[in-house]
């Protein structure tokens, strides 16, 4: 499907019911985006969801679900999956919005430093050394 995002808000604008729209356009919501979108970079990657989970200190059972279901994932665990597919910065803030977060934003200072990483090919356990020592929170705390 793949609607533009202007489109999408100029069709509900003009929409009479709200549930046939949502009906016929299931496939356009984020966390369907999302899901589409995690698949494709893992197999881009060519690393497999052990190696991916491991990479981002997830379960291979959680990556796999997150593969097979449109579910919410918290922001962390959007970036955490960012750093075991060694993602740019670019693809991790569209993941990010499909997911229904902020973007990575350079005035935070966690985020800040989480954008340091990404661009510079930081591993996950490196980042979370690096927000450690700025007394950050570290994306192992929660997934």
Do not use: W
């Amino acid at each position: 499907m793949k609607k533009k995002t202007d489109d999408i808000a100029a069709e509900i604008k003009n929409t009479g019911d709200i549930e046939t729209y949502m009906r016929e356009n299931s496939g356009e919501f984020s966390s369907v985006m999302f899901q589409r979108t995690l698949k494709q970079l893992c197999g881009k990657s060519g690393l497999s969801q052990e190696t991916i989970a491991e990479r981002s200190m997830l379960s291979h059972g959680f990556v796999n679900n997150l593969l097979n279901n449109a579910k919410k994932s918290r922001r962390d665990t959007v970036i955490k999956l960012a750093f075991g597919l060694g993602l740019n910065v670019d693809d991790t803030n569209r993941l990010l919005k499909l997911a229904g977060h902020g973007e990575l934003y350079p005035r935070i200072e966690r985020d800040a430093i989480i954008l340091f990483c990404l661009n510079k090919g930081v591993s996950l356990i490196d980042t979370n050394i690096l927000l450690q020592k700025r007394l950050q929170v570290l994306l192992t705390s929660v997934s």
